[in-house]
């Protein structure tokens, strides 16, 4: 006597899977603005080790949001981001090197943009 039954069943045929175009959500944003939410690409070891995934890190402000982010790609870059991760880095205090005291380092805004397979941003 079988446990589950005798009965074969058949294997369904695997289908091959399709690559799918993902887009963040993006934001209608005013003409000229798109500079000022994207300050600078961010040029550090991590981030130049992730553009080889498709990752790109940038230093935006402080008030950007991650609809408003992939926009200014978008219209900057001329790709669609995929997903966009965004890390708030807080302000450092610092010993200052010409005078006594200590001093603060400004708090900064990072966001790292995911794109599709393929689509790669050139910086000149």
């Known amino acids: 006597m079988a446990l589950f039954g005798t009965k074969k069943t058949e294997k369904k045929e695997k289908k ?37 995934r498709g990752v790109y890190a940038f230093a935006v402000s402080t008030r950007a949001t991650k609809a408003a982010i992939a926009s200014a790609i978008k219209e900057i870059y001329n790709v669609e981001p995929r ?9 450092k205090r610092k010993m ?3 005078k006594r005291g200590i001093g603060q380092r400004a708090a900064r805004r990072k966001a790292y943009v995911y794109l599709n397979a393929g689509e790669t941003i050139q910086f000149a």
């Open 16 to 52: 091959a899977k399709v690559a799918v175009k993902r887009r963040a959500r993006t934001a209608p944003t005013k003409d000229g603005v798109a500079h000022e939410i994207i300050r600078a690409p961010w040029f550090s070891e991590k981030a130049l080790m992730a553009t080889e």
């Open 83 to 91: 997903k966009i991760r965004i890390v708030n880095l807080p302000a």
């Open 96 to 98: 200052m090197r010409t």
